[in-house]
């Protein structure tokens, strides 16, 4: 996912850089808007499931700490542990979704940008 989510704001990218370099340059605007929304869509939707598995990852481990904390269960150490390997890969990847899809949210305020005039936050 992430190489996906990557290569497609690069794409993206390369759009808007290569038609602000050459606005002459033909390209259907309407159709791109509607791909750019399409994958906005999907990525949003993978953000919204890494979001639920990270809390239901993040409130497990609290749970264990506590009951390891009040019960003094050495057993459950390795089961902290593994819970810490699965949150923090989860929350690098929840934070790379994140981040990418407030970046597509920029680009497609640049897409309708180029076909009409629109809102527009100074970077």
């Known amino acids: 996912m992430k190489k996906r989510i990557l290569a497609y704001l690069d794409y993206i ?4 850089d290569e038609s602000n ?3 002459e340059v033909d390209r259907n605007w309407d159709k791109e808007i509607e791909h750019h929304l399409t994958q906005i869509a999907f990525f949003a939707h993978e953000r919204l499931v890494h979001l639920i598995v990270f ?3 993040a ?3 609290v749970m264990c700490i506590l009951a ?3 019960k003094g269960e050495l057993l459950l150490l390795p089961l902290i542990v593994m819970l810490f ?3 923090i890969p989860y929350c690098m990847h929840y934070y790379l979704l994140e ?3 407030q970046k597509m949210y920029d680009q ?3 897409m309708i940008g180029k076909r009409e005039q629109y809102f527009s936050v100074k970077r």
């Open 99 to 101: 981040n990418s899809v």
């Open 21 to 23: 370099k050459n606005p």
């Open 55 to 57: 809390c239901l990852v």
């Open 68 to 70: 390891f904390v009040i």
């Open 13 to 16: 990218d390369k759009l808007l």
């Open 59 to 61: 409130i497990c481990t």
């Open 108 to 110: 497609y305020d640049r």
């Open 85 to 87: 390997v699965l949150l």
